[in-house]
């Protein structure tokens, strides 16, 4: 099956609700890294974590390596935040990098 | 620091023709990545290199597809003779694995190749 899987496939938000993603992974990794895809399909680095977690602003990331789970946080939701967000994992022996299936947020005022 | 850079931005071709995707990664990084993204699903990894050496090119569709990287930095990525199902976008990404610093992969903007 696939080594990275990614809950959940969509989500809808109205503005000011807080939400989370979640990434699980077959093996052991050894960093993750999330991205939000924006409407002109450019990836942005939100997140890069080789374990613990990290805030920036309104989003939060936590990746455990041996519980083999990565989480991304959004508080207080706006309409900026719609995209697609992606969780991206490094095998623990490898530089391979492989990506999960996709979040797709909605944001609605 | 200049980006991770893809030309063309957009291509479209007839089934059986051929087509050239280039990178240039962002200096001093030695790990370089392509990418297929098909619409409304994940990008999956192609192939990717350390420096100028093929590391994994299991995903690579070996009787049509070919990827170089000469020199260790810029990158071709080609499609011998496309077919409808390799309709996606192409992204190219780069990083610079080992040492202290922490090793981000750097995406380029993509190519977006229509196969009609």
């Known amino acids: 099956g696939m080594p990275v899987e990614q809950n959940p496939p969509a989500l809808s938000l109205y503005e000011g609700a807080d939400s989370g993603l979640r990434c699980n992974f077959s093996?052991?990794?050894?960093?993750v890294q999330w991205f939000q895809q924006n409407h002109r399909g450019r990836l942005i680095t939100l997140f890069y974590?080789?374990?613990g977690t990290k805030e920036n602003g309104r989003l939060k990331s936590t990746f455990n390596s041996k519980e083999r789970y990565s989480t991304l946080h959004i508080k207080d939701a706006q309409l900026e935040d719609s995209g697609t967000y992606f969780c991206?994992?490094?095998?623990?022996?490898?530089?391979?990098?492989?990506f999960g299936t996709g979040t797709r947020l909605q944001v609605s005022p | 620091e200049a980006g991770v850079t893809q030309s063309p931005r957009y291509a479209v071709l007839q089934e059986g023709q051929a087509v050239s995707f280039w990178c240039d990664p962002i200096?001093?990084?030695?790990?370089l990545y392509w990418y297929q993204q098909p619409r409304d699903q994940g990008p999956q990894l192609l192939v990717y290199?350390?420096?100028?050496?093929?590391?994994?090119n299991s995903q690579l569709p070996s009787d049509r597809f070919s990827a170089v990287r000469p020199k260790g930095t810029n990158s071709t990525l080609k499609i011998q003779s496309a077919k409808q199902g390799d309709t996606a976008t192409y992204l190219c990404?780069?990083?610079?694995?080992?040492?202290?610093?922490?090793?981000?992969?750097?995406f380029g903007a993509g190519t977006r190749l229509s196969v009609l």
């Open positions: 990404a780069s990083r610079r694995t080992g040492g202290a610093v922490q090793n981000t992969l750097y």
């Open positions: 093996t052991t990794m050894k960093s």
């Open positions: 991206a994992a490094e095998g623990s022996n490898t530089d391979k990098v492989v």
């Open positions: 290199f350390r420096d100028e050496a093929v590391i994994d």
């Open positions: 974590l080789a374990q």
């Open positions: 200096s001093g990084h030695d790990t």
